[in-house]
């Protein structure tokens, strides 16, 4: 049956295409994590296993939200790995395994990206297509990695 809540088709489709680029980002970042999770080693390994493993859940939480808010738009949600690389922004290095110190920095990139394409997103969600839900929802996601990048920049000397 047809999504009436007050937004047009063609806005519903926009809405619903950012977050589907924020839901690829968020899968890519949750599956880093983890293999910094898995890999990680050295002098505080203990801490930032902790650390990588309380991040990994807090974004199982957040992808389950980003993914079932396209359904409240009315959309499909795309959930295959080939889609979230082609969609996402953020990349990958298979076969590669940082040092500890490079773990930190690259997630606190990856973070600090991902409010930069959470915010850009949440201008145009609130601007021209006016799906205020959608935009509050991504505001308090930007603020969560904003908490996660604000942890990862302590890391830095
Ligand atoms: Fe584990």
Not at 40 to 59: D, I, N, P, T, W
Request: charged fraction near 25%; hydrophobic fraction near 40%.
């Amino acid at each position: 049956m047809k999504t009436n809540i007050g937004i047009s088709d063609k806005h519903l489709i926009r809405s619903a295409g950012l977050l589907s680029e924020i839901l690829s980002d968020e899968m890519i970042l949750y599956v880093k994590t983890r293999k910094f999770h898995w890999n990680v080693s050295g002098e505080s390994f203990l801490e930032l296993h902790k650390l990588f493993e309380s991040q990994y859940k807090q974004m199982e939480l957040s992808i389950d939200l980003v993914a079932e808010r396209m359904g409240k738009l009315g959309q499909k949600t795309p959930g295959t790995m080939e889609e979230f690389l082609q969609l996402g922004s953020l990349k990958e290095s298979p076969g590669k395994y940082a040092t500890s110190k490079d773990m930190l920095k690259e997630l606190l990139l990856d973070h600090e990206n991902l409010v930069v394409v959470l915010r850009r997103s949440v201008s145009q969600i609130a601007g021209k297509i006016n799906d205020a839900g959608t935009a509050d929802f991504l505001t308090g996601l930007m603020e969560d990695h904003e908490s996660t990048a604000w942890v990862l920049r302590r890391y830095q000397e």
